[in-house]
């Protein structure tokens, strides 16, 4: 396949972003495809090797400036390193963007010292992180946080559980949110994120456990019993976690999704034209029914949307345009259309598509874990409602505008 970008993209891509799109495919064409494979016949295991790849070529930091060792490259550079590598293999694409996450609230909310200690890290590849918010029993709803950290000198003292971790096993450090205020406190002012180093007494991983798809990404439990950490560990004010969680959930976490979908849609349909044009019915192929035609115009529709809305809402966010419901938007429609078009594609491969080793059963199982995290469609819906009443009144995007738009293309750029 081509890897020159469609001409729709255009308007949102410099020659800096050719290249690296070229560079991602060929990357997942040589690195991943082969890995894939492995990830779904070991399901149990979690992967390294490819994780030790992108680190080797600081993709971790793409969105890291360069005084902190990293590309400096911006969200339109991040899109297409996950978007790319997505269409290969999404877990592989899940473990790079559950890292940008978190390194999104160190850039937005560390202070500077704090960004010296833990950025070039990422940029070198030595070091791997999470964001840890969705508890067991509270699940993504932030205001329901149990895990508590309470001050003890000038020491903190973290307790309790986080589950769903993206990159839970392979992380170095974790950005932990817990509670810091007692009950009555508005949410707004009870919680606060902390840096957790993976090696800190107290803090267990439990075993790796395979999910529905995206095999070989962990995305695990994690036990805080007591564990210690020191005051400069804590990211951004005492009291601030909402606003960490928040933010890095709309400004990374949305945009991430949406790419992974992106990357699962377009090899759905990659996969589905594929089969109908060699497979062989009455004096032509599959690719020669107009029902099935029909079929597939909706599918290809879909994608050139999902597509535009993905790279159109970070090109804002490069930026430092008010673009939160954009953002909000691309993670909606971008899963909710991956998911019709799969759905599609295994009804039009009948029976074949029931075999475990065809690639469209992975690409099914897999679009289905964009939906929960950043938010489910319902939080989305209601995101967009206020946006609709125009009661939306924080704007993440503009807020933090200074830190979200290092990476404004030059107007006089090819």
Known sequence: MSTTPPPALRPYLTTRHDLLWQEADAFAAEHVAARAAR????PGRVERKVADSMAARGWFAVTVPAAFGGLGAGHVAKTILIHRIAR????AAAILQATFIPVGALLHFATYEQKGRWLPRVADGSLLLSIAVTEPLAGGHI??????AERTGSKWVITGSKIHIGNSHVAGAHLVVARTAKTGVSTSQALTAFMVEADRPGLCVSDHRAGLGLHGFSAGRLCLDHVRVPDDNVVGEVGQGLAVAQSSSILYGRPNLAAVSLGIHEAVVDTTTSRLKTRPRYRGTLSDLAVLRDRVGGMEARLRAGRILAYQSVYLLDQGLPCDADLINSKYLGHQWAVQSAQDAMELHGAHAL????????LWRDIQHTYPPAGTGEVQRIRLADAAFDE??????????AEAAWARPDPTAA
């Open 39 to 42: 990830m779904e016949a070991a």
């Open 88 to 91: 290969v293999s999404a877990a």
């Open 143 to 148: 205001g329901g946080i149990e895990t508590t």
């Open 355 to 362: 075999d475990r080793d065809y690639v469209l059963q992975r």
């Open 392 to 401: 939306d009144h924080i704007q993440w995007s503009e807020h933090l505008a």
